[in-house]
């Protein structure tokens, strides 16, 4: 067997593993759930064949609409909050500020507890008979802000992305903290004996460096957003209605819930095309910021 | 030589990550055989795995013997009022039957125990025997065949006998073909109570009209206490409270009962009933935070907690309220509406709403009948059932109940239902638990004032009208 062989036997050796988990936790079941997408059944008769009926439905059913905003919103607003915020606090960090080790491990400490217990919290927090946060604006002066949290329609929504927001921040501060820890430090020393100042530096030296890393974190953060379901879930069942729902929420509560698997697969496909869309939009950009 | 020291040892890994690939692939029946139970049952979770790892090594050195694999599954568990009840009386039954079954038996909070029956049926892995609801709930099932016609149950069992439940209990698991499904085990009364120290302490009487409600909620509103402790939290209590409102009005309940068989959801009566929902709304008698105080704890322990005067409540939560606060509670009919043409003192909502169902295929296959059906014998057993009604459960099934076990809120509760006419709720008679699920869901945006009471109304009857496609 020539050598070239020996080399792409070697190659398959390691691929196949990835392969088969592929091919089977994840290309199957989408081949599967795009066919169950055309059809009409509750999980337990059989399927009937219905074409892209179940498209259609959800083109025309506002309930969808409203998750399909709600995604969007959250996938915004992570971008906004988390990444800026997080590369702040790193930044902090990094320029050594007192204290930074303890600092590290609260920033990061949302991170490990469960989403669950997170949204728990939250939502005793949020009560407005016996939570705490409408106390607490009251007690800084700030009580003209205070409402019910998870009722009223116009504070719903964020009161749930709340949580999830301020829970991930800390892994983004990880993330950007070792990023600015791999910057050359000569680089921005230079930066700074040429009159640079710490902003400056920061944007025009630092940033620039970290941008692989970045993208990581913007990549992140768009697909833990599309597929966001514990703390909307946990904290309101997605409700009222569908207010505080996110796609996936909203295709497992049409799915498991409702019983209706073709629709809830719809909703899947939908996430899969949109979760692509922004993919390829995210890498057009990356590119042209490259070039 | 010194590349392949590298290569070999990680293509060995490689193979060994396969392999394990391959061994994953084969577990499906190893994991199904150690399911553990929610965490919340982690210490009967825990019983049972060990009981079906030593079934699994007495299988492996071939003295299994005759025992039979059986899956109970019930939203019984812990937290939930009939747990301290069923749980003894369960390990009971499975120490006597120990040399004969394998018990696994799977329990999760309400909510999560519907949609983990709707997850096992559409995996086609349905419990041997099941608690679950009749009706548009358990119709998809019905309609594949996967549940015993309760007939066979009967004919087969030398214990319980359809003669035993009371008349008509079994309407809610009957079907369209005429057939019961479901052995009805709980019958229930949704209550209407008022606290009686906080009437006597602003010097209030009970309201008997709506116009009184409204007068006695300023009255509480001025001193910070919250007129009605009713929320909307996955359509609980709402749903409840909606119907019972709703049985108010003329010609309600025969429409309560037409939805069944098809019948419209898209009322006058819907919009009326929604209608002063949403000005209890405005008029400050609901509590503010409806998400967040919705659900039946939520709303019971603002009641409890001495921070709202009324609540509407069932059975199955007396077991959360306190002695104190039973013996403070009166039962009162809810005012009655504007335009309301029923007494709501001479009615009170009442029906089957709980029972077993039995997995058809297990009934029938032959190894698991006789477990099957020792298993149903339990719980349908007058034992059983005696032990639950100490919870608050009003019994299907006619056994005599020592009144000196019975909450002090169960003895009113009585009382109070005995002159009156027993009416449905919608919950019972929807067709699918789609058009459930979306009263529920509506509701809660009601409660928030989200949509109108017409658009309630609409999107419920949109469900009813697709599924009619």
């Known amino acids: 067997m020539s050598s070239k062989k020996k080399e792409n036997l070697f190659a398959a050796g390691f691929l196949l593993p990835v392969f088969v988990i592929y091919t089977v936790f994840l290309f199957l079941p989408l081949v599967n759930t795009a066919f169950y997408s055309l059809t009409k059944w509750n999980g337990v008769t059989d399927k009937v064949f219905t074409g892209i009926k179940n498209y259609q439905e959800l083109f025309y059913n506002s309930d969808y609409w409203i998750t399909f905003r709600n995604t969007v919103k959250l996938v915004v607003i992570t971008l906004a909050i988390q990444i800026p915020v997080g590369l702040l606090l790193a930044y902090l960090l990094y320029i050594k500020t007192k204290g930074a080790k303890l600092f590290r491990t609260v920033f990061f400490l949302p991170v490990v507890i469960a989403p669950v217990a997170i949204s728990l919290m939250f939502s005793l927090f949020y009560n407005s008979e016996i939570g705490v946060f409408n106390r607490i604006l009251e007690m800084m002066g700030l009580g003209r802000f205070q409402t019910n949290w998870l009722s009223n329609t116009k504070t719903l929504l964020y009161a749930v992305m709340a949580p999830q927001v301020w829970q991930y921040i800390g892994l983004y501060v990880t993330i950007f903290l070792g990023a600015l820890q791999s910057v050359p430090e000569e680089l921005v020393e230079s930066a700074e004996i040429d009159g640079a100042g710490k902003i400056r530096t920061f944007f025009y030296v630092v940033l620039p460096q970290i941008t692989d890393f970045t993208n990581i974190c913007i990549i992140l953060c768009v697909t833990g957003s599309l597929k966001a379901f514990e703390h909307s879930w946990i904290m309101t069942g997605g409700g009222p209605g569908v207010r505080s729902a996110y796609l996936g929420v909203y295709m497992y509560k049409t799915a498991f819930v409702n019983s209706d698997f073709g629709t809830g697969s719809a909703i899947t496909m939908t996430i899969v095309a949109l979760s692509l869309v922004i993919t390829v939009l995210l890498k057009s950009i990356s590119a042209f910021r490259k070039e | 030589m010194k590349k392949n020291h590298k290569k070999w040892p990680a293509l060995f890994m490689a193979a060994v990550l396969g392999t394990g690939l391959t061994a994953c692939g084969n577990a499906g029946t190893a994991v199904q055989d150690t399911e553990q139970p929610d965490t919340a049952q982690a210490d009967s979770g825990q019983k049972d795995t060990e009981q079906q790892n030593e079934a699994a090594e007495a299988e492996n050195d071939g003295s299994a013997g005759e025992k039979v694999s059986v899956v109970l599954a019930t939203n019984w568990g812990e937290g939930d009022a009939k747990y301290d009840y069923f749980y003894p009386l369960f390990e009971k039954f499975q120490e006597e039957h120990k040399d004969t079954m394998d018990i696994t038996l799977q329990t999760y909070s309400t909510e999560d125990y519907k949609t983990k029956i709707k997850t096992q049926t559409a995996s086609g892995d349905l419990p041997d025997v099941f608690t679950y609801w009749g009706g548009g709930m358990m119709k998809d099932m019905v309609d594949a065949g996967l549940l015993l016609n309760v007939d066979d149950y009967f004919a087969a069992s030398s214990d319980v006998k359809k003669e035993d439940f009371e008349d008509g209990a079994f309407a809610y698991y009957t079907s369209g073909d005429g057939n019961a499904y479901g052995i009805p085990i709980e019958s229930t009364r949704g209550i209407f109570i ?276």
């Open chain 2, 194 to 469: 008022a606290n009686k120290s906080l009437f006597g302490q602003y010097d209030l009487a009970y309201p008997t009209t709506y116009e009184e409600l409204v007068e006695v909620s300023k009255v509480f509103r001025e001193n910070d206490i919250i007129p009605l402790a009713i929320g909307s939290n996955g359509g609980t209590p709402s749903e409840f409270f909606f119907s019972e409102l709703y049985n108010q009005y003329e010609g309600a309940a025969d429409e309560i009962s037409a939805l069944a068989g098809g019948g419209s959801f898209h009322t006058e009566n819907a919009v009326k009933v929604a209608e002063v929902i949403v000005d209890m709304i405005d008029q400050g008698m609901l509590p503010a935070d409806t998400m967040a105080n919705g659900g039946w704890t939520g709303s019971l322990q603002l009641y409890t907690d001495q921070k709202a005067a009324m609540t509407y409540t069932y059975p199955w939560n007396f077991e959360f309220i306190s002695e104190e606060m039973q013996e403070n509670s009166e039962i009162i009919p809810i005012p009655q509406l504007p335009g309301a043409t029923v007494d709501p003192s001479s009615i009170i909502s009442g029906f089957t709403v709980y029972g077993l169902v039995i997995n058809k295929q297990s009934f029938e296959d032959a190894a698991k009948h006789d477990a099957v059906l020792a298993l149903c014998d339990f719980l349908a057993s007058d034992e059983l059932t005696q032990e639950l009604t100490k919870s608050g459960m009003i019994p299907c099934k006619k056994v005599e109940v020592n009144a000196d076990e019975q909450k002090l809120i169960m003895h009113k509760t009585i009382d109070y239902a005995k002159d009156k006419t027993l009416v449905q709720v919608h919950y019972t008679t929807m067709p699918s638990a789609d058009a459930i699920t979306m009263m529920d869901s509506s509701l809660d945006e009601l409660f928030i004032k989200a949509i109108t009471p017409e658009e309630f109304a609409q999107k419920v009857q949109a469900v009813l009208d697709k599924n009619k496609e």
